[in-house]
């Protein structure tokens, strides 16, 4: 009833006037100021955005403009963006941790007239660029330290934009101009510009309609069954469609609080105090929280510790199957109930799990072990994956279909398509409009029959219909016999050992794949104690025949792992070499966010390259080492290269 | 956060002396430490005092905050002149310092460490304390508040709960001028508030007392071996060596004078 009862309301201020006509006592926002957390109503948050509007309105934004948000999570942002909506008017979020440069593009291009921003810094951002800001004519800030003495021709502080909205509004006439000009929206106008972060290239501004997301979301809303009891942390970037989507848009449609934290660094604490319901993170996030409490019981005493790990594997060995509704026996039960009391729960609330109903990770592959772990300590969480352009989902995990190597079946209402190179292709309810003045590349991305191209190369299983991405469409190649070669999708089965840290798969256009691999120091490190494996460098140790012995098995077991996917049995591992050095970002050989430049490595190791495809047993090398301190060196050395076992063509058919 | 945190004026207005130190000699034993001093210190200024090693500029700001009793000359701070001074009357006229090295207590955390800096606009009897209960419940509350501001001035909300000694040092120095601001001083002493610190710190640092000169009125008397810093934050400086008073003026005057060059390069004799 609620979902039917959001389809009527086709912008996001007519959600918020519904939020504050049915439940306008519940929280809808905190933010945690001075120390306490404030909140305020649905009731409460609608007077401000009215206020807000109205002043907005009084100094020059109309229907159709533009204004940026700047900033980290305030309300006093999400209310700027709301205010605008209701005059028609286009919020635009910017990240905040753009720099000038970046930010005078964005601002530039998406013509923004207003820009309503957190602080002084970003304040003195944009006053450095604004001779090439044509269109800005004012901006608003949140936070007014350290701006008293600025010139306020142009400044205007949201607090006191408010106080004199309330004022204005006491006149019947601004009033009712307010509310026809949020009466006049229309859910096929453009909603909000999300610019991408711009990796590839300069952002592309992605236009998103208001009826498109409100769709999506109350799609997404009904499968989670999410209500206004659901609580959030606010705490993802503003200008990410994940926050737009996760908290603007499901916060409206399903009327939940979302909590702003007090500031960036206190997000773990604030996460504790909140408790949120649901809740989403990379898994860069869940990595850094794992390994954050592996240190912190290592320091723990000896008995806790050994609780600790005990329960650990006895949820390993039950958690996941009791989370799936798998038979589990009496005895597992109770010891997964007494392991609950005595760590799992009191882990989760040191985390701030305890009340998660739903958890979503996306963004990158996400280690089997690592989604275990969590999933096995009782917390539901799930992947996704999506796009700006699709306004986030395109598939997601339901529940009881969770699984670490898929992104699932697909999102309700979506349809997808795999074109003939393996491109992902899709349509969705939330899907965009195009890019913002930018018609060229909206026609690039968009197939002629209207499917969104994702730049990401995937299948779908065909047992359980899920999704798997294998890497991005155009690193994706094809081995001499035309079997696919994904090399993301291969070194990640390979990293996903704790025993190798990075691994560089070759294969275009050649007859086999074969692989660099580094190992990881520190694992292999402690190993080689543990078996009394003497070595004296990094080098000797990843020659060291018992190392190579180890690898194999590994490598090993990623090509049974393959040849159990059909699309994926050709591109086995024939023969590999563990490289002498590790590779180094100082060196050129990854870029400094730790991501494989395979170009350049595939140069500058041709040698072991021509080994590798030529069949012989040793290869020779040596390359330029840069040292810390920027003196450079050489370091020679002769590397060994093992076959590996490829699984035949007829077991392939078999364990399919 | 302006109303609640506000310095008393007294009457002063910006500019006017707030603190006068007239021919102040101070020695121990047969050792000269400060010989015929003399300088001001004006209402709302950021005055540096700068030096050599043991020029004696920790001594100057020992006996401003009446730890050291000058045996000649005089003080007058807000137009009171006195001789002999005990620190807790400083403190409680308004005088408020930190130290060169952090005299935080450490296994308290930077909320109570703060609090403490309260402890003399308390009012409460020892009775009510005890309890937590009535009026010194209401007074802990208003106290509270004004921490918590401070807290959120200096962006140290995420430490609010740490115990002091685990933290870095450059938040241990920040956290010692939040305990300085919680007594809502007229006059900031800052016993080189930078030493030991990288490079970020010391711009955080130095952003932190400029907005608190700016933002509070707060009038700041600071001893830096960093003389850039120095040169950037301050609105006059005075220059001491081997005790004695060289030079006194605007960051350009002094940088510009040639005793001081010498005093610091050091001259062929």
Redesign the interface.
């Known amino acids: 009833m609620e979902a039917a009862q959001a389809l009527r309301e086709d912008t996001f201020p007519k959600l918020l006037a519904r939020n504050a006509r049915v439940r306008g006592d519940r929280p809808a926002i905190r933010h945690k100021d001075l120390g306490i957390w404030q909140t305020w109503s649905w009731a409460e948050v609608y007077a401000n955005v009215r206020a807000l509007a109205a002043s907005y309105h009084a100094l020059g934004l109309e229907r159709g403009d533009t204004i940026a948000i700047i900033g980290a999570n305030r309300p006093k942002l999400y209310w700027s963006m709301m205010a605008a909506q209701m005059l028609g008017a286009i919020p635009v979020p910017v990240y905040a941790d753009a720099v000038a440069d970046e930010m005078a593009y964005v601002l530039e291009h998406a013509q923004v007239k207003l820009a309503a921003v957190q602080d002084q810094e970003q304040v003195d951002k944009i006053l450095s660029i604004s001779d090439r800001l044509h269109y800005l004519k004012y901006i608003a800030y949140d936070w007014g330290r350290g701006l008293r003495d600025y010139d306020h021709a142009r400044l205007r502080s949201i607090e006191e934009l408010i106080q004199q909205g309330r004022k204005s509004l006491q006149d019947k006439a601004v009033s009712a101009a307010l509310d026809a000009s949020m009466a006049a929206g229309k859910g096929a106008d453009t909603s909000v510009i999300l610019y991408t972060s711009g990796t590839t290239g300069r952002s592309k501004g992605v236009m998103l309609s208001a009826e498109r997301c409100i769709n999506a979301a109350t799609d997404s809303v009904a499968f989670d069954k999410l209500n206004d009891r659901d609580e959030v942390l606010a705490y993802l970037p503003l200008a990410w469609v994940g926050d737009h989507y996760m908290n603007y848009a499901q916060g409206l449609v399903a009327g939940y609080c979302m909590s702003c934290p007090e500031s960036a660094e206190t997000v773990q604490q604030d996460l504790r105090e909140i408790g949120p319901t649901f809740y989403f993170a990379p898994p860069r996030v869940f990595e850094s929280l794992l390994t954050r409490v592996m240190i912190r019981m290592e320091d723990a005493s000896a008995p806790k510790r050994k609780m600790f790990h005990y329960f650990i594997g006895v949820a390993k060995k039950y958690g996941e199957k009791i989370l799936n509704g798998e038979s589990v026996p009496l005895s597992g039960r109770l010891m997964y109930e007494l392991g609950n009391l005595l760590v799992y729960a009191p882990l989760k609330n040191v985390l701030g799990f305890s009340r998660m109903r739903v958890g979503y990770t996306a963004g990158e592959a996400i280690g089997p072990e690592l989604f275990s772990f969590y999933r096995s300590l009782g917390l539901n969480l799930k992947q996704l994956y999506g796009q700006t352009e699709a306004f986030l989902y395109v598939t997601v995990q339901p529940d009881g279909q969770i699984r670490a190597d898929t992104v699932g079946p697909l999102a309700p209402n979506v349809e997808v398509k795999i074109s003939p190179e393996g491109e992902v292709l899709f349509k969705s309810p939330g899907m965009f409009l195009g890019y913002f003045r930018d018609e060229d590349r909206t026609a690039e991305t968009l197939t002629p029959d209207g499917f969104i191209k994702t730049g990401d190369a995937g299948f779908f299983e065909p047992q359980s219909g899920h999704l798997k991405i294998i890497d991005r469409a155009k690193d994706v190649g094809k081995l001499a016999n035309g079997d696919l070669f994904p090399p993301k999708y291969v070194e990640n089965k390979l990293k996903f050992y704790p025993n190798i840290k990075e691994a560089v798969a070759f294969g275009d256009q050649r007859d086999a794949v074969t692989c660099f691999i580094n190992i990881d120091i520190t694992a292999v490190g402690n190993w080689a104690e543990r078996n009394n494996v003497v070595y004296g460098s990094y080098q000797e140790l990843a020659g060291h025949p018992l190392v190579y012995d180890m690898i194999a098995a590994h490598v090993n077991e990623v090509n049974r792992s393959l040849a159990q996917e059909p699309m994926m049995a050709g591109a086995q591992i024939k023969r590999f070499l563990i490289l002498h050095k590790e590779l180094d970002a100082d060196d050129g050989e990854l870029t400094r966010t730790q991501k494989v430049r395979r170009g350049f490595i595939a140069e500058r190791y041709q040698p072991l390259i021509d080994a590798l495809y030529n069949g012989s047993q040793e290869a020779d090398i040596s390359t330029e080492v840069t040292f810390e301190d920027g003196r450079k060196g050489m370091i020679s050395a002769r590397v060994k290269i093992r076959d590996c076992d490829i699984v035949p063509v007829s077991a392939r058919s078999k364990a399919a | 956060?302006d109303a609640s945190v506000q310095t008393k004026t007294h009457n002063l207005a910006k500019g006017d002396t707030l603190l006068a130190v007239d021919n102040v000699s101070l020695s121990f034993g047969g050792v000269k430490a400060i010989t015929d001093v003399s300088f001001d210190i004006k209402k709302g200024e950021i005055r540096a005092i700068i030096g050599p090693n043991g020029a004696g500029k920790t001594s100057m700001l020992n006996v401003i905050n009446g730890f050291y009793h000058p045996q000649q000359g005089r003080i007058t701070f807000k137009g009171e002149t006195r001789q002999k001074m005990r620190p807790y009357v400083a403190a409680s006229q308004g005088i408020a310092r930190t130290f060169q090295n952090v005299a935080l207590f450490k296994g308290m955390t930077t909320l109570d460490n703060i609090m403490a800096g309260r402890t003399l606009k308390m009012n409460t009897g020892f009775f009510w304390q005890l309890w937590r209960h009535g009026p010194a419940m209401r007074e802990e509350v208003e106290h509270?508040?004004i921490v918590?501001?401070i807290?959120?001035?200096l962006?140290i909300?995420?430490i609010?709960?740490t115990p002091v000694g685990k933290l870095p040092y450059g938040l241990q120095k920040r956290v010692e001028l939040g305990r300085a601001l919680a007594m809502e001083p007229e006059l900031l002493l800052l016993d080189e508030p930078m030493a030991g610190m990288n490079l970020e710190e010391k711009e955080d640092m130095s952003r932190f007392i400029i907005?608190v000169n700016?933002?509070y009125g707060t009038t700041i008397a600071l001893i830096e071996h960093d003389i850039s810093v120095v040169m950037d934050l301050s609105d006059r400086v005075v220059v001491l060596e081997y005790g004695r008073k060289i030079a006194d003026g605007t960051p350009n005057q002094v940088k510009n004078d040639q005793t001081v060059i010498d005093a610091y390069l050091g001259v062929p004799h």
């Open positions: 956060m509270r508040h918590e501001e807290i959120d001035f962006e909300q995420a609010r709960k907005d700016t933002q």
